[in-house]
């Protein structure tokens, strides 16, 4: 019999979620699982995304833009030349709802934290907002528009126990 808890996950769950979302694609160098909240990171500090030649948008090769055509980078992470993807994503993306974190079982009966992007968080829509006319042919709706009104920028955690 197999043990469940020493199977290793497929290193398709291993791509850091921050890379894709700041446009530098299917990082799985340096990557670890945060179990507590269901995500691969890389800990790594990368260059500001807009000193890349290309943002790669999502997982497919075919789907990029020219990083000079992108005007606004306000939604990006502080600290972009400081930080680890591991601290960004503790410090500014979670508090700001970027991921969606459940409860799921695996297929092992043993229960683990899965993690999505929240397509409704206000960081989400402000990328959406910098792409639109760039690689989005629509824009930001009017839903998302109420949501970026109505919600405030949450704090920056410096908690290092979070890291």
Known sequence: MINPLIIKKPKSKFYCKVCVFEGRGNNLRNSVFCSNHGIALCQTVNI?????????????????????????????????????????????????????????????????????????????????EALSGVFYRRGVGTKSKQILISGGKVEIKNDPEVL
């Open 48 to 128: 500001h995304p807009m000193r890349q030649t290309v943002f790669k948008i999502g997982s497919t090769k075919e789907n990029y833009v020219q990083t000079n055509s992108i005007k606004d980078w306000g939604w990006l992470s502080p600290s972009q030349e400081k930080w680890t993807c591991w601290e960004k994503a503790h410090r500014y993306y979670i508090p700001n709802g970027l991921f969606k974190v459940k409860d799921v079982i695996n297929t092992f009966g043993i229960p683990e934290k899965s993690s999505s992007f929240d397509m409704m968080s206000e960081p989400y829509i402000l990328r959406k």
